[in-house]
């Protein structure tokens, strides 16, 4: 196919887009002729020249942030864990702008506007209603403690993530400072996990301006145990629910005073 070994790495990592003569060459090379097969292939790849639903809010999604998005519409399974703020799947508008507003001190009010609608537009394609058990978000319990952006967008976060864990693709699991003193890492991670035909599983690192992709399996099965430990160490459904609702109270006795 005239390209490099790095070239078909990336191709095969869905870092870089398939050019149509690429991916003929690599059937012909295969030996794949089947006119069914054939039509298939080039159907797959006119829908990857069709732009996405967040191509729109291209000006602020770095590459790295592009990708997450893709693998997040694909997974079958997402675990997070997050020490400082509620996951970003799991955001309200209000407290979405909070987050991005102290993160970028600097942006532009229409710059935040569109990263807020972004995280909403990740939202609505997760909680389409087709999925099970899709998001497992554990969470630290400093992080319903943390007033972001004061008791009125706090009670109203509370209030989103009750109703958040009706749903039956979602859980919300609590870990308390006591039961996991000496476990829990000081930085958020996302467990990505995907259908058979390709990569089974991939961790996602969130840094200030970048992000890590981790998808060796010798890697990748550290944080999974990592983040099998604080599943156990977490409360259960039924507790969390009820720290969360304790919180909602609190937060909201604090607004109206």
């Not at 400082?84 to 955001?91: A, E, F, I, K, W």
């Not at 991670?189 to 961790?203: A, D, I, S, Y």
Request: no cysteine; hydrophobic share 40%; proline share 5%.
């Amino acid at each position: 196919m005239r390209g490099s070994r790095s070239k078909i790495s990336r191709l095969e990592r869905g870092e870089s887009p398939p050019k149509h003569h690429d991916v003929m060459d690599l059937l012909h090379a295969y030996g794949v002729r089947e006119p069914a097969t054939l039509a298939t292939v080039e159907d797959l790849l006119r829908k990857t020249d069709e732009k996405p639903w967040w191509h729109r809010y291209a000006d602020v999604t770095p590459g790295w942030l592009r990708r997450l998005i893709s693998l997040e519409e694909s997974a079958t399974r997402i675990s997070t864990w997050e020490v400082h703020v509620v996951p970003g799947l799991l955001q309200t508008p209000d407290y979405a702008r909070a987050v991005i507003a102290g993160g970028l001190p600097d942006a532009e009010p229409h710059e935040i506007d569109q990263r807020v609608a972004l995280r909403r537009g990740r939202q609505e394609v997760l909680g389409n209603g087709q999925r099970t058990e899709m998001l497992i978000a554990l969470m630290d319990e400093s992080v319903l403690k943390r007033p972001v952006g004061g008791a009125r967008v706090m009670a109203d976060q509370m209030r989103f993530l009750l109703e958040a864990i009706e749903r039956r693709w979602v859980q919300v699991r609590i870990v308390r400072f006591a039961s996991a003193t000496d476990l829990t890492p000081p930085s958020s991670m996302t467990l990505l996990r995907f259908p058979h035909g390709g990569p089974q599983e991939m961790v996602y690192l969130e840094h200030v301006e970048a992000a890590t992709y981790i998808s060796r399996a010798r890697d990748v099965e550290r944080y999974r145990a990592l983040l099998e430990r604080l599943y156990l160490a977490a409360e259960s459904r039924t507790s969390s629910k009820e720290t969360i609702v304790a919180a909602h109270h609190r937060y909201r006795a604090q607004a109206q005073t």
